[in-house]
């Protein structure tokens, strides 16, 4: 998406239409061998189109000592909050903020 798509909705409006197909343009991957280790959402934001790039740092819970360890025989699955912060212009932003306020999930898998 380009800023030339960007629609410049009232910062966190209560009834900004959900755009499902702007959402399935959005890349999330988990970087567990990162240090921190950390999910990176890129793509449009499915309220706005303005191009988000969200990180969400991840804290590890280290285990107790004596407790079972390594119990996943899987992937694990993560669902992640992530919250519009693109660049362009939104009414009624406060100048602290960034994007146009919503926030939706997506789940991913490492």
């Known amino acids: 998406m380009t800023a030339n ?5 009232r910062w966190e409006a209560p009834k900004a239409k959900f755009h499902k197909e702007a959402l399935e343009r959005c890349t999330a991957s988990a970087e567990p061998d990162r240090r921190p280790k950390q999910v990176t959402v890129h793509g449009p934001c499915p309220y706005c189109f303005g191009e988000v790039n969200f990180v969400q740092v991840l804290q590890l819970v280290h285990s107790l000592p004596g407790a079972v360890v390594g119990q996943a025989a899987g992937p694990t699955t993560l669902a992640v909050t992530v919250r519009c912060d693109c660049l362009q212009r939104h009414p009624g932003r406060p100048t ?12 991913v898998e490492f």
Do not use: D, L
Request: net charge neutral; glycine share 12%; with cysteine.
């Open 5 to 9: 798509n960007h629609k410049p909705i």
């Open 96 to 107: 602290n903020e960034a994007g146009c306020g919503h926030t939706w999930v997506v789940t």
